[in-house]
Each structure stands twice: as C-alpha cells, then as structure tokens.
C-alpha cells in the first residue's frame, strides 16, 4: 500500500470522528483554467467557502471541533451518480473574521461575529461527458439550537456544483456568491440585504429561496452520498425553505439579489439562497447554485436613558480646572451627545467616554446632558459641578522603630477651600484611632512588620478623599544567651541575636565584645550587657549573668521548702563544668518514681500526680558527664518542707 493511500486511509479514520458543530453554512463553485489537448480533458480548480460560528467553543465535549479542519474532502460524481475519481483533497488557503454591529443610534448595539474559511484544490482534470458532473462536499453537523431547524446539531450539510455536460457548456465557470459580510438584523424591523452572486461568463442569474440540504446526519463526519441531492433538513413548522424566517411581510428574494422581510421573532435561522445560470446565447439551464448562510435576529429594542452624575465635586489638584465628568448612558452605537453648561458652553461627542470640560473659575455650576439630540429616541438629565480644585493629599511618619513611637504628619492642602475632618486608621487589626481635626498623631505600634495606614479627609466643599500608605516598622530582638554556670578556668563562646550590630560591656574577658559570638575567658561572676541596633538605627538590651564554681561538679541542696513564698519553692542541681546529663530522679521511702527531668532550671516544685507531696525525705540520683569526659554520679536525700 503507497504512502499517500496510508495517509489518505489515516486521514479519514480521524475525521470520522468527529462532529462539526460550528459549520453553519457555505458554497463550492469552480474555475474553468484550461483545457489539456494530450487528454481533452477541461481542467477545473474548485473553492469551498465554510462558515462558522466565531463566539462557538464546545469545550471539552468529546469529538465537538471549534475551529475549521483542514484538508477537507470532495467527491466528483457522473449524472448516473458514479464517483468517477477518489475523493480528492481541498486546503485552506485562507480565512477571515467577519463581523458587523448594528450602527443605529437608537437601538442597543449588537454584534455578529463569523468566521470564513477559503478551500481550494489542486487542478483537476475532467474529460466532457454528457449530463456533466456533480462535485459535493457533505458534513455534520450544522449547530446548536438553531430556531427553524430540529436537532440542528445532528443535522449535516450538503453543498454542490453542476458543471455541464457536453452538450451544454463544460468549459463553463460556475456563478458564486462573492459577498462574505454578517449582516445584523432586528426583530420586527424591516430589512433590505443584497445578496447577489456573481457569474465570470456573464450568464443571466435569476434567485429564489431554496431548502437547506441536509447530509451526514449522524455525528459521523463526512458523508459520501451520490446524486441527485434532494434530502433536505427538518424544518420546524411554519418554517420552509421559501419561508426561513416568518415575518410579516415574510422574507423574499428578487432577481437581483435583494432580500427584503420583517422577522417577528429573534433567533438563529439557517437561510438557503439558490442562483439558477442561464447561457445567455442558447436560453439553456446551466447549472443552479446554492449557499447556505446563518441569519441571526436580535432583540435591538432599548431605552434610551442619559445617565450623568446628580452632583459631581471636583477637587482633585492635578487637573486644575478641567474636571472630567462620567457619561454612563444607555444609547445605541452611534448615538450623539450634547452637554451644555452654566457657563455659557455647549460641545456635541459621538463618544461615551469620560468627557472633559474646562471651566473659566471655581464655582458651582449646572449640566445637561443631551442624548441623540433632534431624534425621537432621545433622552436628557441635568446635574451640578462644585468646581473647587487644589485638593493636594499625603502625610509623613518619623520614627520608624517599634519600640519608639511613631510620629505622623498630615501634609495634606486645600487651596479653593479647607479640609473639615481627618480619619487615622493604623492598620492594627481590632484598633482604630479617630483623630478628627488631629494633624500630627502619635501612635506607638504593637510588632515590627508592615502596616496600612489610611488617612481619610472631608473638606467643606464636600469633597472626600482617602491616602494609604504601607509603613514598614522596623524592630530587633536582643538575646545575650540563658544565665549560665561555669566550672573555673572553663572559656564561654557567647551566641548573641536579634539584629545587625552588636556591643558587649563590660568588655572584660572578652576576645571581641564589637562582634556577635565573643569568647569570654573569666573566673568570676559577671553580668554582660549586649546592645543590638540595626541599619535603620532601633536598638534594644538583653543581659546574660554567669557564675563560676569549683568543678567540675553537681551542687544540690539538701532541703527546700514549696510553699509558694518565692523563695527556695524549687529542688534543682547546679551543675558545674558538666556537658551532658543522664538523668535526675528522685523517689518517695517506698521506691516510687515521682520525679524524672534533664532540665536543671526547672526543678521538681513538690507536687506528685498534682497535688502536694507530704512532708518526708526523699531520695534522688543524678548522673551527667563532665568537661573531660568522666563520668559523675552522686546520689543523696531532700527534705520537703512546708
């Protein structure tokens, strides 16, 4: 098997399944280029037009295609309805958006958006034959709910040319519709569409309204059905093919091309246009020639409303006297609009943009507001502008560390009048500080991080305006270390934090006291203070006491007394020169474990399973390893006393 029989074989295994919902209508016609004298054959190039739904996307629906596949294929039929050739492929060549919104100043502006795909083949070559030839294309699906049509989506199309046979004219070229437009159309008003087709040989065309055919009916893809084409599609009474739209008066074609009708309902309604080509010499029937296209009716009906501001302060500073004023109207596509002022000054726009006006001075002053001014779909209001300009906003802040506070200023002018009240919000959740009238607050903050702080003001010309800022309060942490205890002679390498510059004093015994992580080489008790400050200049204190004994060695009184005075309530070893514990338990006289803990700071505090323990003496072991690695036990007694 050859590789383009592979192919073509591939290509129809995939196009069958899937379903084009978006074909909506279309033609093929052809081109007569030439005539080969070595087969006496005519040589034909033949165009598809295809047209979708360009708003249409199916999603994720399986097998539902939204855009134009291409190549697509023909089959070429003789009058007995033969294929004479394997289907041939087509390719696109181009495509086009085509859209048109309905340009009425009275009625709400809709828009119709399609999309055109242009199909063209290789030449082909086709020897005269009587009754001639039947080229068509065949495909699923036409769309959903579509108004005149029953289950549109199942329902396919079928699209044909005729060339003559070889008593007719088979050099011929066939007529089309070169129009690709979208026309709008609103319900219940009257249209005029030209929809005239065009013949290269300057034959007679004469028009009529025609019924859609239908072919691939299943969701199957292409369809390969002989000739004579005369299946049409379901149409949903009272519609037909000669009556595609109601109305009244009905929709209708002259032999020009001019469709004329009033549509009664909106919707989308599938229109089949069909030109009959007559040889202007012989009075002979060549060919007829149809196109299906999609006409959609709107419900253009809207009220024309003008909609401007009742009352508008301008104070902003920035613009000065032109004050920027919102047209939001209701009005169709190209509808106008007239402002006229107390001022003295009136301007006519076609946009709905934000209009900008320049008053001569501060003051207040009346608008009106004209749409479609002169037509019987019109529409007015009135407002008032307080033109006082020269608003300027802003505040400062000082102080920018977390353990100070922080001072605020509110920088804020007012030149065409004067500000009336001040709203502070710090941004501390749960805490709100109303300073009215209070231009320089002072406000101290919980935690170093980032704040919003607004600042609303109210002026007297009835003009609001609100300032946020995001305030980074910056803060350090200061940890010298947990107080310590040293066997003598024993080096401490400090573990400072919290910020970016440090300062250790007393500077005594130590390697660095300008550094973070001091060595101190010392033998007696000594209270450290480390100073922390970062970049931004916020500075804090933490102290570290450590004190030296004889050691290595556990130091454990022999008697403690919890009765909640503050003093001695606790039972806890001190260890000296000791790098590791094993553990510290104590008993009661009759060998149960009522006190297990490593942690020498905290200490059993005399309660046992949460409720004081009696008057006694106790028994406890300890055992932990020094600084060189030798093993300390010791064991001994306390007494609780109360």
């Known amino acids: 098997m050859g590789k383009s029989v592979i192919l073509l074989l591939f290509f129809y295994l995939w196009i069958g399944a899937a379903s084009a919902y978006h074909i909506i209508g279309g033609e093929i016609y052809y081109r007569t280029v030439g005539y080969n004298f070595t087969n006496g054959a005519y040589r034909y190039v033949f165009i598809l037009k295809l047209y979708r739904d360009g708003d249409f996307v199916c999603g994720t629906r399986q097998g539902c295609l939204d855009y134009f596949e291409n190549p697509v294929p023909i089959n070429i039929f003789n009058a007995a309805g033969q294929r004479v050739t394997p289907a041939k492929l087509l390719t696109i060549k181009n495509t086009r958006a085509i859209r048109d919104t309905l340009k009425n100043p009275c009625l709400a502006p809709q828009t119709i958006y399609l999309e055109v795909a242009f199909y063209e083949s290789d030449t082909i070559d086709l020897a005269p034959v009587p009754g001639g030839y039947y ?35 088979p050099g011929n070229n066939s007529a089309y519709f070169g129009i690709d437009e979208a026309p709008v159309i609103c319900a219940g008003l009257p249209f005029r569409y030209n929809y005239s087709a065009t013949d290269p040989d300057g034959d007679s065309l004469t028009y ?4 859609a055919l239908a072919g691939g009916s299943s969701r199957t893809g292409e369809s390969v059905t002989p000739p004579p084409y005369t299946t049409t599609v379901s149409y949903i009474p009272p519609y037909h093919g000669g009556t595609p739209m109601g109305g009244n008066p009905a929709m209708a074609i002259d032999n020009s091309g001019l469709i004329t009708g009033v549509p009664d309902r909106a919707g989308k309604f599938v229109v089949s246009v069909c030109v009959s080509e007559w040889d202007r010499a012989t009075g002979r029937l060549l060919g007829v020639h149809h196109k299906d296209i999609l006409i959609t009716v709107y419900n253009c009906v809207t009220r024309i409303v003008a909609s401007t501001p009742t009352q508008l302060n301008h104070c902003n500073d920035t613009l000065g006297f032109a004050v920027p004023i919102t047209n939001n109207s209701t009005a169709g596509f190209t509808s106008t609009y007239k402002w006229i ?53 802003g505040f400062t802040a000082d102080g920018l560390c977390r353990e100070n506070p922080v001072y605020f200023n509110d920088t804020s002018s007012y030149r065409y009048g004067r500000i009336t009240s001040r709203k502070w919000d710090f941004g ?3 805490t709100k500080l109303d300073t009215a009238l209070t231009t320089n607050p002072v406000y101290k903050f919980p ?19 609100t300032v946020i800022k995001n305030l980074r309060l910056y803060e350090v942490n200061p940890f010298a270390g947990n107080d310590t205890i040293l066997a003598r002679g024993q080096p401490l390498r400090l573990q400072g934090s919290g910020g970016d510059i440090y300062a250790w004093s007393p500077s005594t015994g130590l390697s660095d006291p300008a550094v973070r992580d001091p060595t101190l080489n010392w033998n007696s008790e000594i209270n450290l203070v480390l100073r922390v400050s970062n970049a931004q200049g916020c500075f804090g204190y933490d102290s570290i006491n450590v004190k030296y004994y004889t050691g290595p060695e556990f130091y454990i009184p022999n008697a403690f007394t919890p009765n909640g005075d503050g003093l001695n309530d606790y039972f806890r070893f001190i260890p000296v020169g000791i790098r590791e514990y ?8 009759w060998g149960e474990l009522i006190f297990d803990s490593l942690d020498f700071r905290r200490g059993w505090d005399g309660y046992y399973r949460g409720r004081p323990a009696s008057i006694d003496t106790y028994l406890w072991i300890l055992e932990g390893i020094d600084l060189n690695g030798q093993k300390i036990s010791k064991k001994g007694t306390v007494t609780l006393l109360r």
């Open 135 to 169: 080229v068509s294309y065949q495909r699923c699906c036409r769309g959903e709910a579509l108004t005149n049509i029953y289950n549109s989506e199942r329902e396919g199309s079928t699209f044909y040319t005729v060339i003559p046979g070889s008593d007719l004219r």
């Open 208 to 211: 009529s309204l025609c019924s």
């Open 428 to 430: 501390v959740p749960g």
């Open 582 to 589: 094993a553990y510290f338990r104590i008993f009661n006289r």
């Open 447 to 465: 935690h170093g991080e980032v704040y919003t702080v607004t600042l609303q003001l109210q002026t007297n010309r009835g003009c609001a305006a």
């Open 341 to 393: 002022f107390s001022d003295g000054t009136d301007t006519t726009t076609d946009s709905r943009n934000v209009f900008f006006h320049h008053f001569p001075d501060t003051g207040s002053y009346t608008v009106k507001l004209i749409v479609n001014p002169g037509l019987p779909c019109t529409d007015s209001t009135t407002g008032r502008i307080n033109n006082y300009p020269g608003l300027r906003t």
